[in-house]
T-cell receptor, first 114, second 116 residues
């Protein structure tokens, strides 16, 4: 069964600090892995995308890594800001074709305190 | 440009009442459309997906149904709501990337449903 496990479940950090969120997956094969940011009461928004052949991708203060051998991904947030408080969801997309149903992690809830 | 709309944004309904949530997509044709539910503190659960008009696939047995009367319209319904139907409902559509390996899903703003 395809699964995506995220850790930690929740995280509290001080403004300005760095943090790293983890994602382990069993989906194989897959086409791409994305990290989404979901603010409370809003729909998820894509932060980064990595295809199965890529191992790092940056978007401003967000840097995602992918290790296809160990089936792990991480999202590193640098110099955190209050606006980074949100849920971060790891999503693995299947190979193209058919219904194209992704596998979602349960998310990591990040709280940034001033 | 491509956009996705959902309404209403919030809804409070009594147990046993009917439900109709609407999702529409602009700027694309023949999209794959999806309905998800997100319970408090839980991940996204796929409820239905549709690859075309009148074509609906259900992922889990439940008290809900879906319809796709038009190409860019996806409706989630219930005849009688249960307390367990409370949650955050998200509509999404498949967006084709520059290569097939960068296809993804974009999400609507969501509807917060509270059943009392």
């Amino acid at each position: 069964k395809n699964q995506v496990e995220q850790s930690p479940q929740s995280l509290i950090i001080l403004e300005g600090k760095n943090c790293t969120l983890q994602c382990n997956y069993t989906v194989s094969p897959f086409s791409n892995l994305r990290w989404y940011k979901q603010d409370t009461g809003r729909g998820p928004v894509s932060l980064t995308i990595m295809t199965f052949s890529e191992n790092t991708k940056s978007n401003g203060r967000y840097t995602a890594t992918l290790d296809a051998d160990t089936k792990q991904s991480s999202l590193h947030i640098t110099a955190s800001q209050l606006s980074d408080s949100a849920s971060y969801i790891c999503v693995v997309f299947p190979v193209p074709g058919g219904s194209y149903i992704p596998t979602f992690g349960r998310g990591t809830s990040l709280i940034v305190h001033p | 440009s491509q956009t996705i709309h959902q309404w209403p944004a919030t809804l409070v309904q009594p147990v046993g009442s009917p439900l109709s949530l609407e999702c529409t997509v602009e700027g694309t044709s023949n999209p794959n459309l999806y309905w998800y539910r997100q319970a408090a503190g839980r991940g996204l659960q796929l409820l239905f997906y549709s690859v075309g008009i009148g074509q609906i696939s259900s992922e889990v047995p439940q008290n809900l149904s879906a319809s796709r009367p038009q190409d860019r319209q996806f409706i989630l319904s219930s005849k009688k709501l249960l307390l367990s139907d409370s949650g955050f409902y998200l509509c999404a559509w498949r967006v084709y990337g520059a290569s097939r390996h960068t296809d993804t899903q974009y999400f609507g703003p969501g509807t917060r449903l509270t059943v009392l």
